[in-house]
T-cell receptor, first 117, second 111 residues
Framework: SAVISQKPSRDICQRGTSLTIQCQVD?????MFWYRQQPGQSLTLIAT?????????ESGFVIDKFPISRPNLTFSTLTVSNMSPEDSSIYLC??????????????FGPGTRLLVL | GIQVEQSPPDLILQEGANSTLRCNFS?????LQWFHQNPWGQLINLFY???GTKQNGRLSATTVATERYSLLYISSSQTTDSGVYFC?????????????FGKGTKLSVIP
């Protein structure tokens, strides 16, 4: 498996501000993903972040609202911009480990709990 | 895109009871994973099981890919099994690598 950490683990923010969430992996991985989990809901993919290319966003998510960086093979950031209470969610990063022997394909970080007031 | 349906949405068990959770999916898949989300929000990998049967302690899973469903069995349930169980699939389109999650089954195990 991979050890994945996220910072911050939780935060309370005021509407109109922005928060950058960091995701760090203990080994080099090609594919990283960012998901959102709204309260009481399932996980929804925001974007795929591959090193060396622009992030690919899913329908309903735009770069201006959720800019993503992927400067190297072990690190990524997701920014939630101009926040509103509707952005209150858990944000999770995941990595795809396919191709590694005996590895299942995706592992998730511990998540960042965001509350927007 | 691929659709994932999980049942039941909620399940309450007495400690020691057995249960079966179901995941139906609408198309062929490259990947199917079962996760347990504990009360702190952490997603824990249970099984990678695009086909066949696997067992890990009190948990086992079976995927019948030709009939597009997967089952997760929990035997002798414990209070620590409480949480939400998610099934997630990756469609067989070339190079997708993206997981689509079902809505989950919320399991409550009472002493």
């Amino acid at each position: 498996s991979a050890v994945i950490s996220q910072k911050p683990s939780r935060d309370i923010c005021q509407r109109g501000t922005s928060l950058t969430i960091q995701c760090q992996v203990d080994s080099q991985v090609t594919m990283m993903f960012w998901y959102r989990q709204q309260p009481g809901q399932s996980l929804t993919l925001i974007a795929t972040a591959n090193q060396g290319s622009e992030a690919t966003y899913e329908s309903g998510f735009v770069i201006d609202k959720f800019p993503i960086s992927r400067p190297n093979l072990t690190f990524s950031t997701l920014t939630v911009s101009n926040m509103s209470p509707e952005d209150s969610s858990i944000y999770l990063c995941s990595v795809d480990l396919r191709g590694r022997r005996y590895q299942e394909t995706q592992y998730f970080g511990p998540g960042t709990r965001l509350l927007v007031l | 895109g691929i659709q994932v349906e999980q049942s039941p949405p909620d399940l309450i068990l007495q400690e020691g009871a057995n249960s079966t959770l179901r995941c139906n999916f609408s198309d062929s898949v490259n990947n199917l994973q079962w996760f347990h989300q504990n009360p702190w929000g952490q997603l824990i990998n249970l099984f990678y099981i695009p086909s066949g049967t696997k067992q890990n302690g009190r948990l086992s899973a079976t995927t019948v890919a030709t009939e597009r469903y997967s089952l997760l069995y929990i035997s002798s349930s414990q209070t620590t099994d409480s949480g939400v169980y998610f099934c997630a699939v990756e469609g067989s389109g070339a190079g997708s690598y993206q997981l689509t999650f079902g809505k989950g089954t919320k399991l409550s195990v009472i002493p």
